[in-house]
């Protein structure tokens, strides 16, 4: 990270802050607000590459900074550092549509596990309820 921020010699607006959308009913916390020129969240990983649900978490984030009364980002940055101290920095495209998305993909997916657990627990108590039949 040391040698991204000695290259980058950002202008810090926020770190580590806590925003949250009450009306999509999310939250999170970025790493950095920045500003070269305008405000650009970037997010930072150790992990072994930039995958898809980076660029929607940090669109959440964008979306989640408006609703807290942060600057809106203009710009969006995965900065992933190796344990050498290399890092990549990745510029994310902004694409409220991938964040708004997954977000309802992630509630269909809890409501699809409670509505499975309820059935499993219906079928659990219904076969209790049904006398056992012997294997073929």
């Known amino acids: 990270v040391i040698s991204w921020w000695k290259s980058r010699r950002p202008e810090v607006i926020e770190c580590e802050q806590v925003v949250y959308d009450e009306t999509r009913g999310y939250a999170g916390r970025f790493d950095l607000l920045i500003t070269p020129d305008s405000p650009m969240l970037v997010d930072l990983k150790t992990s072994k590459g930039v995958y898809s649900s980076h660029a929607i978490q940090a669109n959440l984030y964008r979306l ?57 627990k219906q079928a659990r108590k219904g076969a209790a309820e049904l006398p056992l039949q012997a294997a073929a």
Do not use: H, K, M
């Open 64 to 120: 989640a900074c408006t609703a807290s009364g942060y600057p809106t980002p203009t710009r969006l940055a995965i900065v992933r550092v190796a344990a050498d101290g290399s890092w990549q920095e990745v510029e994310i495209p902004i694409n409220s549509r991938w964040a708004t998305a997954a977000l309802d993909i992630y509630r269909i997916g809890g409501d699809i596990e409670r509505s499975l657990r309820s059935n499993v």
